[in-house]
């Protein structure tokens, strides 16, 4: 079968509206690939057919051969300020983890450092209400922790065990290392607004909306990788999980909890089946 893949020039912020004047199209193709016991659902971008607002971050355009796996190590005992040392980088730069400008203060989180634009795809706290210039980001007794002003203290990554090292991956992924180099905690397992290629999101996560552009705080909408195997975009006020509160699926249901929401470097969206056909 050949496969459709979205355009590479396709950057879509997860707002009630479009970050570029051009609407996204999924459709959800029922015919699907078999291969080693997975099953894959193509969602293509078709105009003209069902409508989907935009609620991804597809970020393809910027995944080069240098997006790899490569790590930035940040030992216990670093820290960020907003006034001067304002984030981490990853090896080639093309990501950073630390503050970015919000309203009136800064928010904390990991942006494409690469342009002359921050584009945020992961928020930490993002509810919360912007952090004032006095705030300290330090990775210290293992943990990832923001000081506020008045000995005021708010974790960043809640994790078991303790972690000893960090890295900034040209993937996107913020990662917590424990002392033998295990990951105790990595932004890819817990996702806010945007799915990067090679995050996948499984079965009970959601990616929610931002306010705007600038503000990252929770937005109107929802879009849930359900445990039935369906992809379901919601209101984020609605509290069921009814046809009646949807307004765009995949139409997948009851193919099982081991589905997953995926993005590949040549800015292919798909779900993924690997258990293959229920």
Not at 27 to 38: A, I, L, R, Y
Not at 170 to 186: A, H, M, T
Not at 214 to 232: E, K
Request: net charge negative; charged share 15%.
């Amino acid at each position: 079968m050949t496969k459709k893949s979205l355009s590479s020039e396709l950057i879509i912020l997860i707002t009630g509206w479009a970050f570029i004047a051009t609407h996204c199209f999924f459709e959800f193709e029922g015919e699907t690939e078999s291969k080693n016991n997975e099953e894959t659902f193509l969602l293509t971008s078709m105009a003209n057919t069902l409508f989907f607002p935009p609620l991804l971050l597809l970020l393809s355009a910027f995944s080069t051969a240098t997006a790899q796996q490569r790590h930035s190590n940040i030992s216990r005992g670093s820290s960020l300020t907003p006034g001067s040392n304002l984030s981490w980088p990853s090896p080639s730069g093309l990501y950073a983890f630390g503050f970015h400008q919000q309203g009136n203060g800064y928010a904390v989180g990991i942006f494409l450092a690469g342009g002359a634009e921050k584009t945020v795809v992961w928020t930490a706290n993002r509810d919360e209400p912007p952090i004032s210039k006095n705030a300290t980001l330090l990775f210290t007794d293992g943990r990832l922790v923001l000081k506020l002003m008045q000995g005021q203290e708010m974790s960043i990554a809640i994790h078991d065990e303790p972690a000893s090292s960090a890295s900034m991956l040209d993937s996107g992924n913020f990662v917590l290392y424990s002392s033998d180099q295990r990951i105790v905690w990595q932004s890819f397992e817990h996702p806010t607004e945007t799915l990067l290629p090679g995050q996948h999101l499984i079965a009970k996560q959601q990616l929610f909306s931002s306010i705007s552009q600038t503000n990252h705080s929770t937005g109107m909408f929802r879009l849930q990788m359900q445990a039935d195997g369906n992809l379901v975009a919601y209101p984020r006020k609605t509290t069921g999980y009814t046809p009646q509160d949807a307004y765009w699926a995949s139409g997948t249901f009851g193919t099982g909890d081991n589905v997953t929401l995926n993005l590949d470097d040549d800015g292919l969206l798909y779900l993924l089946n690997s258990t293959g056909p229920s």
